[in-house]
């Protein structure tokens, strides 16, 4: 079992940056994938960007360059850089972690981005 709490999110313009943060309970390192997702108002949640325990990383064409996803195993927590921020880069962010058969979610943080 793992607890996963975001925070970072915020009121920011076109243009700017913001880094998400999600802080787990307890050592991530074992963790095989942790990622990030959002979900826009009347939209499907989905998949912005992810990390494997062995570094591989995956993100959504529409994040591509110009958002980060690193991991931090000494401090049980996972980032999320986002810089150039659009406004349709405006959703709930969630933090996700898959362990095997479990799957973990966090209550999200809100970023809005105005032009």
């Known amino acids: 079992q793992v607890q996963l709490a975001e925070s970072g999110g915020g009121l920011v313009h076109a243009g700017g940056s913001l880094r998400l943060s999600c802080a787990a309970s307890?050592?991530?390192?074992?963790?095989?994938?942790m990622a990030w997702y959002r979900q826009a108002p009347g939209k499907q949640r989905e998949l912005v960007a992810s990390?494997?325990?062995?570094?591989?990383?995956n993100y959504a064409d529409s994040v591509k360059g110009r958002f980060t996803i690193s991991r931090d195993s000494a401090e049980n927590t996972v980032y999320l850089q986002m810089n150039s921020l659009k406004p349709e880069d405006t959703a709930v962010y969630y933090c996700?972690?898959?362990?095997?058969?479990?799957?973990?979610w966090g209550q999200g943080t809100q970023v809005t981005v105005s032009s």
């Open positions: 996700n972690a898959v362990n095997g058969w479990a799957v973990y």
């Open positions: 307890r050592s991530i390192f074992s963790i095989n994938v």
């Open positions: 990390r494997t325990r062995e570094g591989s990383t």
